[in-house]
């Protein structure tokens, strides 16, 4: 079958013929039409987090997809074949199935949910990882109605889905942009947004001017060294929580959240029901072929992503 895969960690990925892989004990195969790009994609191709699982080469990328189940595994059935599904692949090991091919195995305990009848697998397939973190941020900081967050890096997935799920609650956020995705982003519930374009002072400025004793919560999706962080989080009022995605080092005297994203399938049921509903927004930024994905691995990773990009598989 085709997949996109590296060859060792921090090769090039590309196109490549791998066997088809067949359901084990507990498991189902689903045909993938539909994967999502993430950035979890491009950090496990370089080697991290790779942990304790050793990994298998070739090493087939991808983490979201959407299909339908073609091959059960022995054991209990929770899925039907033909069954439109959505998930994540999480289960170890590393490369013997990612969502970036023809054919993926998954557990059925695992983030997997049925895709409600009326939507379109494309859509189903950008809403796992971005739509479920956006959700479990949301739960650690308890940023409650008629509070703050202050969002950055708001105009890729998890913060797009980030800012409509707080701003349904109440809450007002500040969604830092970069160049002219203002408009979208209020459209999606902000409050406020401010082009981070225009330098640090802007954003500070902007933000003071709104809540001039700092804002109730911070979420930084791109900040990758403390400097940066701190001066995002030095915006947060006495008392007020920061959040990163990107492991950095909490500054003296914040609140800290390194935020990990916890494989769970319930999430993805209510997100597809949000949606179903007209509640939510799937951000659909690129529709792109398979063959596509090792350049969309290298934009995605020079950052500012505008929504999600799905591969069509």
């Not at 080469?57 to 074949?81: E, K, Y």
């Not at 800012?163 to 406020?192: H, N, P, S, W, Y």
């Amino acid at each position: 079958m085709r997949a996109i895969a590296v060859s060792a960690f921090r090769t090039e990925p590309c196109l490549v013929e791998v066997p088809k892989p067949g359901p084990e004990a507990g498991e189902v195969r689903v045909k993938v039409e539909y994967a999502a790009l993430n950035p979890l994609d491009w950090q496990i191709a370089d080697g991290a987090p790779a942990g304790a699982v050793r990994p298998v080469f070739p090493l087939v990328l991808g983490t979201d997809f959407a299909g339908r189940v073609d091959m059960i595994g022995s054991g209990d059935n929770v899925f039907r074949v033909g069954d439109p599904v959505f998930g994540r692949v999480t289960a170890p090991p590393l490369g013997r199935c990612g969502a970036y091919s023809e054919y993926v195995c998954v557990p059925q305990d695992s983030p997997i949910s049925l895709v409600p009848g009326d939507m379109p697998l494309r859509i189903a397939a950008a809403l796992p990882s971005a739509g479920t973190t956006a959700t479990q941020i949301l739960s650690s900081t308890a940023v409650r109605s008629g509070l703050s967050l202050l969002v950055i890096g708001a105009t890729g997935g998890v913060g797009s889905f980030l800012t409509q799920l707080a701003a349904a609650r109440g809450t007002g956020v500040v969604a830092a942009v970069r160049g002219d995705e203002g408009r979208r982003m209020a459209a999606l519930g902000a409050t406020l947004t401010i082009d981070t374009t225009a330098g640090r002072e802007a954003l500070e400025a902007g933000v003071l001017e709104l809540y001039p004793h700092g804002v109730d919560a911070l979420v930084d999706l791109v900040s990758t060294d403390t400097a940066s962080f701190a001066a995002h989080a030095a915006l947060v009022r006495d008392g007020g929580v920061a959040v990163t995605t990107r492991g950095v080092a909490a500054p003296p005297g914040v609140a800290w959240v390194d935020f990990r994203l916890a494989p769970a399938a319930a999430p993805l049921e209510e997100l597809a029901s949000s949606v179903a509903r007209g509640e939510l927004l799937v951000p659909l930024d690129m529709e792109l072929p398979l063959e596509k994905a090792p350049q969309a691995l290298v934009q995605n990773r020079a950052g500012g992503a505008r929504g999600k990009t799905v591969f069509v598989i």
